[in-house]
């Protein structure tokens, strides 16, 4: 079945969505971002070669966008990162930030 120009449009939007949340989300290698996506979407493309080139390509401008925007981040003192061992309403009470 062939899909129409905006439908395909409109899952290319949402593969670059998906693959921009995961990205944000920030707990998974490139490798694993390119392996789940091609899990989830599958289904969706009928050529796996395509399917994956293009999950790359995404995947690559999602990571490049993230980190240009942590560029305009403020910096932010050592004792403000988050510690992982500090469950994050702790870190804000301790931190002497909203209770």
């Known amino acids: 079945?062939?899909?129409?120009?905006?439908?395909?449009?409109?899952?290319?939007?949402?593969?670059?969505?998906?693959?921009?949340?995961?990205?944000?989300?920030?707990?998974?290698?490139?490798?694993?971002?390119?392996?789940?996506?091609m899990e989830r979407w599958a289904n969706e493309v009928e050529d796996d070669q395509l399917l994956e080139?293009?999950?790359?390509?995404?995947?690559?401008?999602?990571?490049?966008?993230?980190l240009a925007e942590q560029t305009a981040w403020p910096q932010l003192p050592e004792c403000r990162r988050s510690h992982p061992s500090v469950p994050v309403g702790e870190r804000l009470t301790t931190l002497g930030g909203v209770s």
Do not use: C, F, K
Not at 5 to 16: I, P, T, V
Not at 53 to 66: C, D, F, K, N, Y
């Open 53 to 66: 080139s293009t999950i790359r390509e995404v995947a690559t401008q999602e990571l490049a966008r993230h």
């Open 1 to 37: 079945m062939r899909r129409s120009e905006s439908d395909r449009a409109n899952r290319a939007g949402e593969l670059s969505e998906d693959l921009r949340t995961q990205v944000a989300v920030g707990r998974s290698a490139y490798s694993w971002l390119v392996e789940d996506a």
